[in-house]
């Protein structure tokens, strides 16, 4: 099995994932929770309630760097991260009617994932073509996640509980036969797989990518 590459996926459209070119060398997670003080006459120390936990933040560097692909320009790569920060216009709170940038998914091999909404992202360009076309970047990225991590773990971990849809991270030797059956029951169903992702070629799956499984309809 091959090195596995951190994966940043648009999850309102499963078409729509990045493949990092160089994995991070590090990242750092963070977490608050909020408390609120009472006065406690004659103590030294206030009373303390609970009111909630905070949203769990990741942080990381991502470089780029395309110099040795002959024309490419690095914001082929580093413009997938800039649609995250922009409002999707099709995605809508139901009673506001305000429009949100999308989620998406981070996985990085089988047994990492981290559903969450881009919180900010630099870009510093640092190399150049003759013609002013960057073939180098870094990306300085923060998400927060927006599903509770508790809750994940008592569904299927493949599930991200979005309503009517599934996603699966795929496995060495996955097939769209062997995935549909295992999802609808009927291998034959691969078709609908392939169409709902826009697969030109059913048979190019990589592992560690992400699947969307839509409802039957």
Known sequence: MGLEQLIIQNSEKPDKKLTCLFNPTEYSIAKTNNWKTKDNVGKNVPQVDFTGGGARTLSMTLFFDVLEQPGADVRKYVDQL??????????????????????????????????????????KYTLFREDGTPVRATAEVKFQ???????????????YAEPGRRCRVLKPRDTLA??????YGDPNYWRVLADYNHLDDPLDLRPGEILAVPPLS
């Not at 990492?112 to 992202?121: C, N």
């Not at 599903?147 to 569904?155: G, I, L, R, S, V």
């Not at 062997?178 to 999802?183: G, H, K, S």
Request: glycine letters at 2%; aromatic letters at 10%; charged letters at 25%.
């Open 178 to 183: 062997l995935i549909a059956y295992e999802e």
């Open 82 to 123: 800039w649609e995250l920060t922009m409002i999707d216009e099709t995605k809508k709170h139901t009673k506001t009617k305000r429009a949100r940038p999308p989620f998406c998914h981070l996985t990085w091999g089988q047994h990492w994932t981290f559903k969450a909404a881009m919180l900010s992202l630099t870009v």
């Open 145 to 159: 996640e927006v599903e509770d991590q508790a809750q994940q773990k008592k569904t299927n971990p493949t599930s």
